[in-house]
């Protein structure tokens, strides 16, 4: 039961909560859980304001490099091939997608872990939170090397913030998704050290689920970014 | 994928103790969604290189759906909202719904379907 009502984040019963050492609250539910939804919330309007500044400013651009297009004389002193590179991002889109499996995994090795361990390889890999996590937070860390790279190659190619319009809007914006990952790959190495030192059971079950909700929401910025960005032309 | 479904979180968990009764994605829920996501991904991709798909009306809207399909299911699988307290999800979808009324109401004002068409609002 233990496990159970953490796999759903629900405390909704006062008998649950002081089973579980949490001081009852006037909803019944976990105010860190209360919190950070609200949080998730308004970073929905804060990534949406981003997002519409990218797309009001796409197409308007007055100089190269452009997004989907070629740069040709005489708009462009030289040639400036598109510089979206879609195969790189799909990638970075995966690696990504993949992030959110192995926290999900990392997770529900968390709430289990008071459980008996299973007999086969495989059921015990599933139930390791340390190879789940660091699994999270590396394909985290290779998300920002992506971006890096994309990043570096488009200063090379003649495309700073100071650029253009769609330089402006397109690094202010995946710029601020790059600092959301940054801070969602620190979390996970905070919990990974915590891990180390004492090891997370089910009662740390709730600040796993917070940093699994953060990365999560993370990851749907991403999915909207792809899209709206990279492959609507 | 082989695990042993009896280690599995459970597919239906009473919580008897806190008068309610949840279901909860199982292990292999998260790798199904996993793929499903991936298989989205890979046809987005996928229309983006095909120029008469991509020169046709039906390429945004497309785009667009199964982005929003991808979205959800991340939103309702592996962020649990589907199986959560429905406060969360008001706390969710309500700043989502005023998030998505300010990107269309902004393109609106600053002319970007009239910019796209060349028609005057």
């Known amino acids: 039961m233990a496990h159970a009502s953490a796999l759903t984040g629900d405390h909704s019963h006062s008998a649950h909560d002081d089973a579980h050492g949490h001081p009852p609250t006037s909803t019944g539910l976990d105010n860190k859980k209360i919190a950070i939804w609200a949080f998730i919330g308004s970073e929905c309007m804060l990534f949406a304001s981003l997002i519409s500044t990218y797309l009001i400013y796409k197409g308007r651009s007055v100089v190269g490099p452009y997004p989907h297009d070629a740069c040709l004389p005489p708009q462009c002193s030289t040639p400036l091939k598109a510089i979206l590179n879609i195969p790189i991002t799909s990638a970075s889109t995966f690696v990504l997608l993949m992030s959110s499996l192995a926290m999900v995994l990392a997770l529900a090795a968390v709430e289990l872990k008071d459980q008996p361990m299973p007999s086969g390889w495989w059921s015990r890999r599933l139930r390791s939170s340390k190879l789940w996590l660091w699994m999270t937070a590396l394909l985290g860390i290779t998300f920002l090397g992506f971006q890096a790279f994309e990043f570096t190659s488009f200063v090379h190619e003649g495309l700073t913030i100071r650029t253009n319009l769609f330089g402006s809007s397109f690094f202010t914006l995946t710029g601020f998704h790059g600092a959301h990952v940054t801070a969602g790959v620190l979390w996970l190495l905070t919990l990974l050290a915590i891990d180390y030192r004492r090891g997370l059971g089910p009662k740390d079950a709730i600040n796993v689920d917070l940093a699994a909700l953060y990365w999560h929401f993370v990851d749907v910025v991403w999915i909207a970014i792809f899209t709206l960005v990279y492959l609507i032309k | ?121």
């Open chain 2, 1 to 121: 994928m082989a695990h042993d479904t009896q280690h599995e979180p459970h597919a239906n968990v009473d919580h008897t103790a806190m008068g309610i009764t949840h279901e909860h994605p199982t292990w292999s829920t998260y790798w199904k969604v996993a793929v499903v996501l991936t298989l989205i991904t890979a046809v987005e991709v996928w229309i983006y290189y095909i120029p008469s798909f991509v020169a046709s009306r039906a390429f945004v809207p497309s785009l667009l759906i199964m982005s929003a399909v991808k979205f959800a299911t991340v939103v309702m699988f592996y962020m649990h909202l589907r199986y959560d307290h429905k406060l969360f999800r008001a706390l969710f979808t309500a700043p989502l719904i005023i998030a998505i009324i300010t990107i269309v109401g902004l393109l609106f004002l600053f002319g970007y379907f009239s910019h796209r068409t060349g028609a005057l609002l």
